[in-house]
């Protein structure tokens, strides 16, 4: 699925780089959608965990996630031991997803299954998160920690488009399951 929203940012990052005589106007600060959004925030709440982002709102309560993602509405359900079953998109039946979260060690996973209809197998380890998920291959890797928590830059492929990606995990995070963690680190990336 094409993120329609790229083209207006990415319109307005070409008229931001032309060479006009014309006094700029102020513009606010454009998050490039190539980009998975940096910065997850975990509050427990009444409700349930809610985590957020920039393109990121959903609540873990006793039943799963539910909330919207890049992708539009999410609405997974605890499966069995390791599995999140449900829709992340528009509904359709194209949308399905089926996650299975294995712990791998040290409180990193994999994620594999599908989702939003699309087969893929994504792993985060301290050192790098890399895998096809969902329509786009990703390959990061840390480059630090800031006051936000561990920095992972590096690429993202959708197709043939190619766009550098960032991806900061909260400290917030390890206090979650390694299940619940990787599949909120799936809701983040998965475009």
């Known amino acids: 699925m094409r993120d329609f929203m790229a083209w207006p940012r990415a319109l307005l990052f070409v008229g931001l780089g032309s060479s006009c005589a014309a006094v700029p106007a102020p513009v606010a600060p454009v998050h490039n959608a190539a980009e998975p959004q940096p910065g997850l925030q975990v509050d427990k709440t009444a409700p349930g965990t809610r985590i957020s982002g920039p ?47 294995d712990p791998i060690g040290d409180g990193y996973v994999n994620i594999n299954g599908l989702y939003a ?5 994504l792993e985060v380890r301290s050192d790098r998160i890399y895998g ?33 990606a960032s991806l900061t995990l909260s400290p917030d995070l390890a206090k979650l399951s390694s299940r619940d963690r990787g599949a909120i680190i799936a809701l983040a990336l998965g475009r």
């Open 55 to 101: 393109e990121l709102e959903v609540v873990r309560d006793e039943e799963g996630f539910h909330g919207h993602g890049p992708l539009g509405p999410i609405d997974l359900r605890e499966g069995s031991s390791q599995n999140f079953s449900g829709v992340v998109g528009s509904g359709l039946a194209a949308d399905a997803t089926d996650l299975r979260v």
């Open 117 to 121: 209809g699309q087969r893929g197998e």
């Open 132 to 164: 096809y998920f969902g329509h786009c291959y990703y390959d990061l890797r840390p480059t630090g920690v800031d006051a936000g928590g561990r920095v992972y830059e590096g690429f993202r492929q959708c197709g043939r488009q190619a766009h550098s």
